[in-house]
């Protein structure tokens, strides 16, 4: 069984992977900034028979990432799988968006990832392990409104797939996922075009979302199976399509959806 690290593992997405791993059976640390949420989640886990534990780290700080990797390799002796989860959005058009929001939401989506992958490739290596990148439509697409969240997801994706080509002979797998809309919570942490909470500005007006587990389920199996690439639900498989067959349709859609 694999020793699994996941990001944000506290919340959401990251949660509900945290769960699905554990219950197959392999250990899993959760990072999270709640440290609190991070122990809870993994005392649950360990209460029902699995390996967990939790760990602080905020993943826009190098150090913690640095630290968190150490903790997981010395109590367990490495890492096999690094799920990259963590990550916050934010509403507002470009116009009238602060670049200090966009800033914001790079440093946690994008850089919070590389970081963590940087402080545990090492191990990675050494164990022929996977890395999970929690993309987006918005990896692959616009996204009216999220100019900063479309722009970190697009360049985890360029990352993460340079990253797979560096090493593709060195045995390391690297899986990226790309949901649709799941209910996750991250629209009600959202921050407006000023950094300020955005509240009921961050809704999608999306009425069927998918709900974590499922996601993580889909998520689960593309990893354990090798994927590449990883769709979750099936709009993400159809804007995909779209947007590479028919870019104007899919951008009229996109934006009767966010601005109408």
Not at 89 to 109: I, P
Not at 110 to 118: N, S
Not at 121 to 149: E, H, K, M, Q
Not at 150 to 173: I, M, Q, V, Y
Request: glycine fraction near 10%.
């Amino acid at each position: 069984m694999s020793d699994v690290v996941i990001t944000g593992g506290a919340h959401g997405i990251g949660a509900a992977l945290a769960r699905r791993f554990a219950h197959a059976g392999h250990a899993v640390a959760v990072l999270d900034r709640d440290l609190a949420a991070a122990e809870a989640l993994a005392a649950e886990i360990a209460a029902g028979g699995g390996r967990s534990i939790g760990i602080g780290c905020d993943v826009t700080a190098p150090e913690e990432c640095s630290e968190a990797t150490a903790s997981v390799v010395a109590a367990w002796g490495g890492i096999d799988i690094l799920v990259n989860n963590a990550g916050i959005t934010h509403v507002g058009l470009v116009r009238e968006t602060d670049v200090d929001v966009l800033r914001r939401v790079m440093e946690v989506n994008f850089f919070g990832a590389v970081q963590c992958t940087k402080a545990a490739l090492p191990s990675l290596l050494s164990r022929r392990g996977a890395i999970v990148v929690l993309s987006s439509v918005a990896g692959f697409a616009p996204l009216a409104t999220r100019a900063g969240y479309t722009a970190s997801k697009h360049a985890l994706e360029g990352f993460f797939h340079t990253l797979r080509a560096e090493h593709a002979r060195d045995g390391l797998r690297v899986t990226v996922v790309r949901p649709s809309f799941v209910r996750t919570g991250i629209g009600e942490r959202a921050l407006d075009a000023t950094g300020r909470p955005a509240g009921a500005d961050a809704r999608t007006g999306v009425r069927h979302e998918l709900a974590p587990e499922a996601a993580a389920e889909i998520i689960f199996q593309g990893v354990m199976r090798g994927r590449r690439n990883v769709w979750v639900g099936r709009e993400a498989q159809l804007s995909w399509w779209l947007r590479q067959l028919w870019p104007s349709a899919y951008d009229h859609l996109m934006l009767r959806r966010t601005l109408d």
